[in-house]
């Protein structure tokens, strides 16, 4: 128990996120399934592969969950227990206070990250790209799919007509009132 931390692992949905460049960038091992949580075998590669990395015995406590499947791996560095079912959230460190803290301290990068873009001006430049990076043919096509309709006795793109059946936009009132 020193304290020592792997590289952080982060599980989405998408094999290769359009947010991202290229998994492998990134600063964090990237993992990707359906549900974007752990699996049995995403799991089990990591095992495999921290074992791998280690040069002394270890030590690893683990909870019952049903990711958590060993069978038929042969760990030379790492002994796996596993906690006592129903007890996981009272005597687990994660559990306990790793995770909250980790979650606390991320929310405040993010807020920080957030707030220097607001006070240096870089939202209205960032908000001006990402606007002009919007086009024309995305609008046209955003307002079809709602039901609008271009007029085809007409050759003005301008010109739309109201949907064949009206469209109720009382909730986008109340949300623009929202604000």
Same mark, same amino acid.
């Given at each position: 128990?020193?304290?020592?931390?792997?590289?952080?692992?982060?599980?989405?949905?998408?094999?290769?996120?359009?947010?991202?460049?290229?998994?492998?960038?990134?600063?964090?091992?990237?993992?990707?399934?359906?549900?974007?949580?752990?699996?049995?075998?995403?799991?089990?590669?990591?095992?495999?592969?921290?074992?791998?990395? &280690?040069?002394? /015995? @270890?030590?690893?406590? !683990?909870?019952? %969950?049903?990711?958590? *499947? $060993?069978?038929?791996?042969?760990?030379?560095?790492?002994?796996?227990?596993? &906690?006592?079912? /129903? @007890?996981?959230?009272? !005597?687990?460190? %994660?559990?306990?206070? *790793? $995770?909250?803290?980790?979650?606390?301290?991320?929310?405040?990068?993010?807020?920080?990250?957030?707030?220097?873009?607001?006070?240096?001006?870089?939202?209205?430049?960032?908000?001006?790209?990402?606007?002009?990076?919007?086009?024309?043919?995305?609008?046209?096509?955003?307002?079809?799919?709602?039901?609008?309709?271009?007029?085809?006795?007409?050759?003005?793109?301008?010109?739309?007509?109201?949907?064949?059946?009206?469209?109720?936009?009382?909730?986008?009132?109340?949300?623009?009132?929202?604000?």
């Amino acid at each position: 128990m020193n304290g020592e931390k792997r590289k952080l692992m982060v599980i989405g949905k998408s094999q290769n996120p359009r947010c991202f460049k290229g998994v492998k960038t990134l600063p964090v091992d990237y993992k990707a399934n359906k549900s974007a949580w752990m699996t049995a075998a995403i799991f089990k590669d990591w095992l495999i592969n921290w074992d791998k990395e &280690l040069n002394r /015995n @270890i030590l690893l406590l !683990i909870d019952n %969950c049903p990711a958590h *499947i $060993i069978d038929c791996i042969n760990l030379r560095h790492i002994k796996v227990i596993f &906690l006592p079912a /129903n @007890i996981t959230s009272i !005597i687990q460190p %994660c559990d306990q206070c *790793i $995770i909250r803290t980790f979650k606390a301290y991320y929310r405040s990068a993010i807020r920080g990250k957030v707030l220097a873009v607001i006070d240096n001006g870089l939202h209205d430049a960032s908000s001006k790209e990402a606007w002009n990076k919007v086009s024309v043919e995305t609008i046209r096509n955003c307002f079809r799919h709602g039901g609008f309709k271009t007029d085809d006795k007409t050759d003005n793109e301008h010109e739309h007509s109201l949907p064949e059946k009206p469209v109720d936009l009382s909730d986008l009132d109340r949300l623009w009132r929202l604000g």
